[in-house]
C-alpha cells in the first residue's frame, strides 16, 4: 500500500509510540504505525531506542495472528511493513483492561500488605480509564457504564462491559498458556479494546507487543524480559538502552515460536463400512476447526480383526499422538477392540438409526472390564473431546478451544441482550 494520509476524524492519531493514518485506498482501514519510541511513567521519562519500531510491530504482528487464527475478533489485518500494520479502523473505548496472575508492581503499592509473588486464581481484573492528567486513574465496573460511552453508534452498556471482561480473562489465558510453552511466565498484561466503524463489535484493537506485559522466564523476575527493565533503570545510558533493546529483541524472536505447535497430534476415524462416510466426515470436519489432521479407514473387527490390528499398528509406530474414534453401527465391535488393544485413547461415535438405534448404542456403553473407550454421539462433540485431549499437549488446539467458549458465550450474552430489547 503506497498511498495514505492522515485521518483528521481519528482523535489521539498520534500517540506516544505509534502514529495512525487513513488508509486511501482502503475505506474502513488504518495504518498503525510504531515510533522507535520507548516511554515509561506517562512519558515522565521518554528516550529513542533504534529498531524499537520494527521489534514492536513483529511482536504485535505476530501476537494478533495468533489470536486471529484461534478465533478472537481483533481490529489486526496484516503486517504492512517492518513498522506498520493494517487494521480495522475502530472508536477507541478509553479503558485499559489489566489482567493479573501475579501481584507485583502498582498492585503492591494499591494494596499494601500483599506480597510480591501472590498468585491469583482466578485471575485478577481491573480497569484504568485512559486519562494521561490524572495518571489513568482506576475505574470499578459501575463508572464505566455510569459513563455511557457511546462509540461507532454503539452505547457501551452492560452486555458490552461483561463482553469485554470474559474477553480479557479468555486472552490472558491463551497467551499465558502460548508462553508456558516457552518456559516463560506471562505475569500481567494491559489490552485496549475499540468498536470496528464498519461491522459495529467490539473488537480487541491497539498494539500487544514488550510494553503492554510483564514477561518472566522460568518464573523469575531477575529475568524480567518486558518494559519493566527500563522502568526500573536508575539511570538512562547508552549501555543500559542496549540491554533493554536486547530484552525486547529476545521477546520478538519468542513470540513468532508462539505460532508453532509443539506436539501436533491426529485423529483416526475407523468406520466399520463405506456407508458411514457422511457421519465420518463431520468428525473430519470438525477436527479441521482445530487445526487437528483427520484420517478416514474402513475397517471391520467383527469381519477383519486382523486388519484392524494392522492399521492400529500402523498409528502407533510413528510417534505422532493418535486418538482413534470407532465409528460402527448395529454391534460396535470396533471401540471394544481398539480400546482393548491399544493405549491410545478411543472414542465410540456410532451412527445411530431411528429403528433399532436405541437397542444398537449398548454396544458402545456396555463394555468388559479392562476397557475404556468413552461413547459421545455427536460427531463434532466427538471431535472436540478429541480436541481437549490433544490440547493438553498442543496450546494451538487449546487455543482454538479457549476462543471457541468465549464466542459461545458472547453469542448467548448477545442474543439475550437482542431478545431483551425486543421485549421492551
Not at 482523535?11 to 522507535?36: A, H, R, W
Not at 456403553?365 to 472436540?384: D, F, I, N, Y
Request: hydrophobic fraction near 40%; proline fraction near 4%.
Amino acid at each position: 500500500i503506497e498511498t495514505f494520509a492522515l485521518n483528521p476524524a481519528t482523535q489521539n492519531n498520534q500517540g506516544k509510540t505509534k502514529q495512525i493514518f487513513e488508509l486511501v485506498d482502503e475505506p474502513g482501514y488504518v495504518l498503525v504505525q510504531s515510533k522507535d519510541q520507548i516511554t515509561a511513567g506517562n512519558a515522565v521519562r521518554k528516550d529513542q531506542m533504534e529498531g524499537k519500531a520494527a521489534i514492536a510491530n513483529k511482536t504485535t504482528s505476530c501476537v494478533f495472528k495468533l489470536l486471529q487464527d484461534a478465533g478472537f475478533k481483533t481490529a489486526f489485518v496484516r503486517q504492512h511493513s517492518e513498522t506498520a500494520f493494517v487494521a480495522s479502523r475502530c472508536e477507541m473505548i478509553p479503558i485499559e483492561w489489566v489482567c493479573r496472575r501475579i501481584a507485583t508492581g502498582s498492585f503492591l503499592k494499591r494494596n499494601p500488605g500483599v506480597k510480591e509473588g501472590y498468585r491469583f486464581t482466578p485471575l485478577k481484573m481491573e480497569m484504568f480509564f485512559k486519562d494521561d492528567a490524572n495518571n489513568d486513574p482506576q475505574w470499578s465496573e459501575e463508572q464505566l457504564l455510569a459513563a455511557g460511552f457511546e462509540l461507532a453508534g454503539l452505547t457501551i452498556g452492560r452486555c458490552e462491559v461483561d463482553i469485554m471482561s470474559k474477553s480479557t480473562v479468555a486472552i490472558f489465558e491463551v497467551l499465558e498458556k502460548a508462553w508456558a510453552t516457552q518456559d516463560c511466565t506471562l505475569v500481567d498484561m494491559k489490552i485496549e479494546f475499540g468498536v470496528n466503524v464498519t461491522t459495529k463489535e467490539i473488537v480487541l484493537a491497539d498494539v500487544i507487543d514488550n510494553d503492554s506485559w510483564r514477561l518472566w522466564p522460568a518464573g523469575d523476575r531477575s529475568q524480567q524480559k518486558d518494559k519493566q527493565v527500563y522502568r526500573d533503570l536508575k539511570e538512562v545510558t547508552p549501555e543500559a538502552m542496549q540491554m533493554v533493546k536486547r530484552n525486547f529483541e529476545w521477546v520478538a524472536e519468542r513470540v513468532k515460536l508462539l505460532l508453532e505447535s509443539q506436539a501436533k497430534g491426529r485423529v483416526v476415524v475407523l468406520m466399520g463400512s463405506t456407508s458411514d462416510v457422511a457421519h465420518c466426515e463431520k468428525i473430519r470436519k470438525a477436527c479441521g476447526s482445530y487445526g487437528i489432521p483427520c484420517h478416514l479407514r474402513v475397517t471391520s473387527a467383527h469381519k477383519g480383526p486382523d486388519e484392524t490390528l494392522r492399521i492400529k499398528a500402523e498409528y502407533e509406530g510413528d510417534g505422532i499422538p493418535t486418538i482413534f474414534v470407532a465409528v460402527a453401527g448395529r454391534s460396535n465391535g470396533l471401540g471394544p477392540v481398539m480400546s482393548g488393544n491399544t493405549a491410545y485413547p478411543v472414542i465410540n461415535c456410532p451412527p445411530i438409526t431411528p429403528d433399532w438405534g436405541a437397542q444398537d448404542i449398548w454396544s458402545s456403553l456396555r463394555m468388559p472390564s479392562g476397557l475404556g473407550c468413552s461413547t459421545v454421539l455427536s460427531p463434532e462433540a466427538a471431535a472436540q473431546f478429541a480436541a481437549q485431549i490433544l490440547g493438553l499437549n498442543d496450546h494451538l488446539v487449546w487455543l482454538k478451544l479457549r476462543a471457541s467458549m468465549l464466542n459461545t458465550w458472547i453469542s448467548l450474552k448477545q442474543a439475550d441482550k437482542k431478545l431483551q430489547e425486543c421485549s421492551l
